[in-house]
């Protein structure tokens, strides 16, 4: 079964711990998001140096273009020490916009900024869509995702350019080369029975059948 989003004006609130977080986890999504040309995107960052900012702000412009971009300055790492006043971000971030669909890191990623920002994000988000992405990394926490969005080569090849393009400062990492990326979208496309894809945890749905 393939459930889709009701046609006509869609917000989307993107929520990341680090600058590239949404864009690796779900940047093939958002390109396909951005193709409806009726979607209005707002961009929640909660770390990164100022050159990571930059990276992030021009990130947010190519994969869905027009989208407003906040960064709350915490430190890399600590977030959990600062549990409160991420909280009180997420808040901030939150208030005078009323997004249809949320996308947040899942809980069950190894890493604890993450970890906290998607224990946070269903008491912030308690009526939108909140679909939580999934970010491969050395700690092998990948799980069982619930949804997925198949994606055609060119958006899954076109989303990896502008990874390449727009992250200068993560491609010295071991990790950071086009192999892993359209791996990681083909092995979720064979699991959705398409080419390739991008897969979410997914932890409450309301189904409206009228």
Known sequence: MILRLPDGPLTVACVAAHPDDVEIACGGTLLELAARQDVTGHWLTLTGTDE????????????????????????DGYLPERWGDVKRALHDFADGIRPDLVLVPWVGDAHQDHRLVARLAPTVW???????????????????????????????RRKVD?????????????????????????????????????AFHVTKVTLGLR
């Open 162 to 198: 502008l990874l390449d393009a727009l992250y200068v400062s993560q491609r010295t990492r071991d990790w950071w080369d086009d192999e892993l990326f359209l791996g990681f979208a083909r092995t979720r496309g064979v699991e959705a029975k398409t080419r390739y894809a991008e």
């Open 126 to 156: 308690r009526s939108a869509l909140l679909l939580h992405y999934e970010i491969p990394k050395w700690d092998g926490d990948l799980g069982r995702p619930q949804l997925y969005v198949p994606l055609d080569e060119a958006t899954v």
């Open 52 to 75: 990571r900012v930059a990276e992030a702000r021009s990130a947010a412009q190519a994969f869905l273009p027009g989208a407003t971009t906040t960064f709350a300055g915490f430190a």
